[in-house]
């Protein structure tokens, strides 16, 4: 390991130390958090719908739900847990996406909303991290 990387990586495990931790989602909400290293959230949405293949309400694929806010991690998308409850099973099904951009290998993602209220996503990573701390373990971003 370069003495460059491992300084970037002491740096940003130290901005994580200081940043404050982000609140859990408000009650009975899901949340997606999302970060680019370039900073640019313009026209990035989120596809969602409740298995099988039925679109919350007000999402189509060419008008994607918007964030919601921004935090010190990037974007967030908050939605009604209820939405996606089919009988126990809580199946949260996203895409990340920019027209016909797609993040996270371009590949239908889900989770578990009765196990996990929150997840981070990174830029260009096909993982669903459940915690900020994990998502920004080992990613640096390049200037």
Known sequence: MSLRTTVLKAIAMFALVLAPALAAPPAGMIEINYHRCDGNYAKWGVHLWKSPNMPLPDIEW????????????????????????????????????????????????????????????????RTIYFSKEEALKDHVCKK
């Open 62 to 125: 060419p008008n994607p739900m918007k964030p919601t806010g921004t935090n010190d991690f990037g974007v967030y998308w908050h939605a009604d847990q209820e939405e996606f409850k089919t009988g126990a099973k809580m199946q949260v099904n996203y895409i990340i996406h920019k027209g016909d951009i797609k993040e996270q290998g371009a590949k239908d993602m889900a989770f578990d909303g009765n196990a996990h209220k929150a997840i981070w996503v990174m830029t260009n990573d």
